[in-house]
Nanobody, 115 residues
């Protein structure tokens, strides 16, 4: 079955960086677009970034453009989210997502940006 496992979250000061990872299994990773979403307390889940099957195309939410970079390693079945210049408003649970006939989500990883 499809499994997504995120890691790399934590507490970071404003202006700092974190790198999230999402390991995938149960499907042919290189055949699918991968996405990162986030959900802050009291808010709806929102798309942060997406990457095409071989990494040629990426897209980002306006709020993270120029600060976040999504990438993937198809040999390792892993998608990454490099987050730089973090702001308090980036605080959220970050989820990895793939659509394989239906949406699949990881368990999420907490990112807290605070001094």
């Amino acid at each position: 079955q499809v499994q997504l496992v995120e890691s790399g979250g934590g507490l970071v000061q404003p202006g700092g960086s974190l790198r999230l990872s999402c390991g995938a299994s149960g499907f042919t990773f290189s055949n699918y677009v991968m996405r990162w979403y986030r959900q802050a307390p009291g808010k709806e889940r929102e798309l942060v970034a997406g990457i095409s099957e071989f990494g040629r195309y990426t897209n980002y939410a306006e709020s993270v453009k120029g600060r976040f970079i999504i990438s993937r390693d198809n040999a390792q079945n892993t998608v990454y989210l490099q987050m730089n210049s973090l702001k308090p408003e980036d605080t959220a649970v970050y989820y990895c997502n793939v659509f394989v006939l239906t949406n699949y989500w990881g368990q999420g990883t907490q990112v807290t940006v605070s001094s």
